[in-house]
């Protein structure tokens, strides 16, 4: 490297190397103070009495029972909302119709809508009052403050994550591809098996990544329709808050510090996959 | 196999993209749509393969009525414009497709499958390259591989959308050659869009010129050179030099 001292053509498009160590140190300062200094806080706060004392919290009957209802709670909307997303993905990005720029703006609603709003929404439709309540009564259906209500509010709020991470790389692919499956004689479903989506599956694969850590980490809209009732209807985030204002400190973070695990675990795994097949993403990307 | 349109017409929306059209293409011709963009050409091309219906009129394959055949059974090897490669698979997986996506019973064995994919890829001359990833490849080798894949389900008729469109002048001269050899090869029944008035004449048997979605003079390269049928063809053609 003795030999690259001197490189007037480089330094043409490059900043000066201050520039650079400045702008580099401050991305790292801001993302310490914004992103890491939090969860590390999270972390060291469940540890402070000790593994022992963490895993304790965590073995609690009513903490289990939160755990179990929101891994139960993903597992049940992500699919379904990976499967809704993808089709709704592929008739936008794909097909001009009437309504299509309404149904654009249906899928954006649940990030525009504040989730309490949302929970309340629920709440007033399906609860003993609401529009449906007499007729959800009278056949001895339970929503608000129950399990369906959880799951209905869920699917609402990560209903956008799937649909708005392939409308734009679908609409940038077009059908030329689809077209070509059809002439060399695919069936519709042979060409969306083979074509369609493995084409998407970066995108699909990242937007049921986000979807799965707002499932599991949603509050709001939760947080109005669950009720809160101990044991049977909370979730790990409303379990949390709930420990927290009982200044139940250790098991609060404990619980805090599972759900951030989570969530960590999926960001390493989606980063696990791209290291993994590298070399086919680069050959399909550029193109 | 012999291609007959007949009083082909198709609006998109209120526009009417065809007026009513008639055509007919022998078996083993070598026929050019020729015209400036807008003129349909592209349209009529995607009707006859089935990729498009038509809003009136009927499509005929060998005296058959096959305006309602899907695009499957249609027995149509299309070249896209921009060639629409499969981009996740090899150059081999994108040839063997067609053959791969056939109902179990009429599916070739896997080896006899890795044969023609060789056999094609010799075709093209560019033997070596079946490992290679679409993003791989230059224009013009995408373009050659697109045409292996269209031939490897031996279809009755091969329909070419501006085959040459985005190469540069001396690729679009040998792939010219290989496509006319390629077709007095198989004798298979070819029609190719485009716009370039010299690749229509150089290359086609017969010549169909089309503007505004209407057919204006269909011809040998002798007619529509000395005999143009409208003004527009003999603006058109004399534009070229």
Redesign the interface.
């Given at each position: 490297m003795a030999d690259t001292t001197i490189r007037p053509a480089a330094r043409a498009t490059t900043e000066a190397p201050w520039v650079r160590i400045a702008l580099t140190l401050a991305t790292l300062a801001l993302a310490g103070v914004l992103l890491i200094a939090p969860l590390a806080v999270v972390f060291a706060e469940a540890l402070r009495e000790g593994p022992a004392a963490s895993l304790a919290a965590l073995a609690e009957p009513d903490a289990r029972a939160a755990i179990r209802l929101t891994v139960l709670v993903a597992a049940i909307a992500v699919p379904l909302n990976a499967v809704i997303g993808l089709a709704a993905a592929w008739a936008i990005a794909k097909f001009d119709f009437r309504g299509k720029a309404v149904l654009i703006s249906l899928i954006d609603l649940p990030f525009s809508v504040s989730p309490v709003v949302a929970g309340l929404a629920l709440v007033l439709l399906y609860g003993v009052n609401g529009a449906l309540g007499p007729w959800l009564q009278a056949h001895d259906l339970k929503i608000v403050f129950a399990f369906p209500g959880i799951l209905l509010a869920t699917l609402f709020i990560t209903f956008p994550f799937v649909a708005r991470e392939l409308i734009p790389v679908m609409a940038e692919q077009g059908r030329a591809e689809e077209e070509a499956a059809l002439t060399l004689g695919a069936s519709g479903w042979h060409m969306f098996r083979t074509v369609t989506l493995p084409n998407v599956r970066w995108a699909l694969l990242y937007g049921v990544l986000l979807c799965n850590a707002r499932a599991m980490g949603e509050f709001g809209a939760v947080a109005v329709i669950s009720g809160k009732i101990r044991g049977q209807t909370t979730t790990m985030p409303v379990m949390i808050e709930m420990l927290y204002n009982e200044y139940l400190t250790a098991a609060a973070f404990s619980m805090a510090a599972l759900l951030a695990a989570l969530a960590l675990l999926t960001l390493a795994l989606k980063s696990f996959l791209e290291w993994r097949h590298a070399d086919l993403l680069a050959a399909t990307r550029r193109h | 196999m012999h291609i007959e349109i007949d009083e082909i017409a198709k609006d998109f929306g209120g526009t009417r993209a065809l007026h009513p059209v008639s055509l007919s293409i022998p078996s083993g011709a070598m026929v050019s749509l020729l015209g400036p963009s807008g003129s349909g050409k592209t349209t009529l091309l995607r009707i006859i393969?089935?990729?498009e219906s038509p809003s009136s009129g009927r499509v005929l394959l060998d005296g058959r009525d096959a305006t309602g055949t899907p695009?499957?059974k249609?027995g149509?090897?299309?070249v896209?414009q921009?060639y629409?490669?499969?981009?996740?698979m090899t150059v081999a997986e994108n040839v063997a497709?067609?053959l791969k996506?056939?109902s179990r019973r009429l599916r070739p064995t896997r080896g006899e499958i890795a044969r023609r994919v060789a056999r094609l890829l010799d075709l093209i001359q560019l033997p070596d390259i079946g490992a290679r990833?679409?993003?791989?490849l230059s224009g013009g080798q995408r373009q050659r591989v697109a045409l292996a894949?269209?031939l490897?389900?031996e279809p009755r008729m091969l329909l070419l959308d501006e085959p040459f469109g985005a190469l540069d002048a001396r690729v679009r001269k040998d792939l010219r050659t290989g496509l006319r050899e390629i077709h007095d090869a198989t004798g298979l029944t070819t029609v190719f869009v485009t716009h370039d008035q010299g690749e229509a004449l150089g290359l086609a048997d017969r010549i169909a010129v089309m503007s505004m979605g209407r057919l204006e003079q269909v011809g040998t390269r002798q007619d529509v050179l000395s005999r143009p049928a409208t003004p527009f063809v003999q603006a058109f053609i004399q534009e070229m030099t």
């Open positions: - | 393969a089935g990729l695009v499957q249609r149509a090897g299309f896209f921009s629409a490669l499969f981009r996740h497709y067609g996506a056939r990833y679409p993003s791989q894949r269209a490897a389900t």
